[in-house]
């Protein structure tokens, strides 16, 4: 148990052994003393256990309230929590609150609280915790520490004696926590937003990810640019999408919806999405008229430059950052994908 130990020390021959509890937690936290918990009115807490959730709820307010923007890299790991506090929603705040506090009451020797959360490689693995986006690099794990030592300071702790061995503990399990290099960037679609829940803005009364609506807006735009086809420009591309637009002239939007779910999907999941799974057809088979009968004709190599020619189009009309433009380029210009859908 890290920071923690309990020792057994004789008075006299004839009496059972004392136990003497010399834990950081004891000796330094304030321990199993019990005093009265001002988040609950009428009950009592451990003044141990007080300090360190004391600290981690001023963490956590210090990094989403992130004055100056001094924490702006952490916001994209805390999507889903911060989207939640937005809605008035605080169970996930909560449950942070007190797993937290429990790995760090029985780390540093703790009686009375055990963590039994998920380990900290799996807790900071989005693949593994539906509540975290993105990995966690040095330099953010970094900056975490400098918001849990800006948090202590909020509560009035800034002895070396407390914040040296709490710093040597967070230190310990910085490898399992980081999993992303120095030169690694956030994927993507953490950086669109990620998997927070927010309003549709299309669907009132539901909730979609943050990611996700950017992905749809580009998409719907690339669809509309190509069909208004302004002077001519998207002409050779109009034949691909026949039966879309027949459909369309016609009121019926089915399959307009169909494509721009289907296309944000694919999107969404290639960078980076957890929670979003493209389920269609192949890429090849997703453009092959003898597969797909919603295709008409094959797809070219100028057709399909041409199509992502509409796509920054449609990005642009939308203020999508060039940076961001850019990663979508070398996504859709990828060997394998181009080579997938170019067919004739």
């Given at each position: 148990m890290l920071l923690g130990g309990v020792v057994l020390s004789s008075c006299n021959d004839d009496g059972p052994d004392p136990i003497i509890d010399d834990s950081f937690y004891s000796q330094v936290l304030g321990g199993e003393t019990k005093v009265p918990d001002p988040m609950n009115p009428g009950q009592q807490i451990e003044q141990g256990f007080l300090n360190l959730r004391t600290v981690v709820v001023n963490t956590v307010t210090t990094i989403a309230t992130n004055e100056g923007g001094k924490y702006n890299s952490l916001q994209p790991y805390f999507s889903v929590l911060l989207n939640e506090v937005g809605r008035g929603e605080t169970t996930g705040l909560n449950m942070l609150v007190m797993d937290f506090t429990k790995f760090l009451a029985e780390a540093t020797g703790a009686r009375n609280f055990s963590y039994t959360g998920l380990d900290m490689e799996a807790a900071h693995d989005p693949a593994r915790n539906p509540r975290m986006n993105g990995l966690i690099n040095n330099a953010d794990y970094d900056l975490f520490i400098q918001a849990v030592v800006e948090g202590?300071?909020?509560?009035?702790?800034?002895?070396?004696?407390?914040?040296?061995?709490?710093?040597?503990?967070?230190?310990?399990?910085?490898?399992?926590?980081?999993?992303?290099?120095?030169?690694?960037?956030?994927?993507?679609?953490?950086?669109?937003?990620?998997?927070?829940?927010?309003?549709?803005?299309?669907?009132?009364?539901?909730?979609?990810?943050?990611?996700?609506?950017?992905?749809?807006?580009?998409?719907?735009?690339?669809?509309?640019?190509?069909?208004?086809?302004?002077?001519?420009?998207?002409?050779?591309?109009?034949?691909?999408?026949?039966v879309l637009l027949a459909e369309v002239g016609a009121n019926d939007l089915s399959g307009f919806g169909l494509l721009v779910s289907g296309f944000s999907n694919f999107l969404a999941e290639a960078i980076g999405a957890q929670n979003i799974r493209y389920t269609g057809l192949n890429m090849a088979d997703a453009h092959n008229p003898m597969v797909n009968p919603r295709m008409t004709g094959v797809v070219t190599e100028s057709d399909y430059d041409l199509f992502i020619e509409a796509v920054v189009e449609a990005a642009l009309k939308l203020e999508v950052p060039m940076s961001i433009i850019q990663e979508f380029g070398a996504l859709l210009t990828s060997p394998g994908l181009r080579s997938a859908i170019v067919q004739g």
């Open positions: 202590a300071a909020q509560a009035g702790i800034t002895d070396n004696a407390v914040l040296g061995p709490v710093g040597q503990l967070l230190e310990s399990v910085r490898a399992p926590i980081v999993q992303r290099g120095g030169n690694e960037s956030l994927d993507l679609y953490t950086r669109l937003g990620g998997s927070g829940l927010v309003s549709d803005p299309q669907n009132p009364g539901q909730l979609i990810e943050a990611g996700y609506i950017p992905l749809r807006a580009v998409v719907t735009e690339t669809v509309l640019v190509i069909a208004t086809n302004e002077g001519g420009k998207y002409e050779d591309l109009l034949p691909s999408f026949s």
